[in-house]
């Protein structure tokens, strides 16, 4: 059977780190598939001392049983996904499911995506016009 891609579903996906070429960042599906098939997702990345990290959402300990040091939502990197895609890549091991997000965390990130400076236009505009 199939991965079925829904909000609050998050999964595993390689990470673009020059740091951990091994390495994989939690990814959350944010929004319900739209009538295209897609989805916002967002990304958590762990806070490092001495490095910028958006602070719009910070993501704590135990919120997640991925998250293991205190995280932010990297929204520099948000994304409108298809979601055949992300059921794809799940299906063949290039994704690794995990957990679902809590909603009202779900619901924060989202929220977020509106404050951050980072969060690329494409995205929010995807976001408004789900709200049309």
Known sequence: MSYIVKRRNTFLAPSASTR???GHHLHVVCTEPCKSNKSVVLTISTIRDKQWHDPTVIIDVGLHKFVKAKS????AYAQVMDCSAISRDVDSWVFMPKEEMVESVVSAML???HESEMT??????????LDA
Do not use: E
């Open 20 to 22: 951990d070429a091994n």
């Open 72 to 75: 932010f939502v990297h929204y």
């Open 111 to 113: 929220c977020g995506a």
């Open 120 to 129: 690329p236009k494409f995205v929010l505009d995807y976001i408004d016009s």
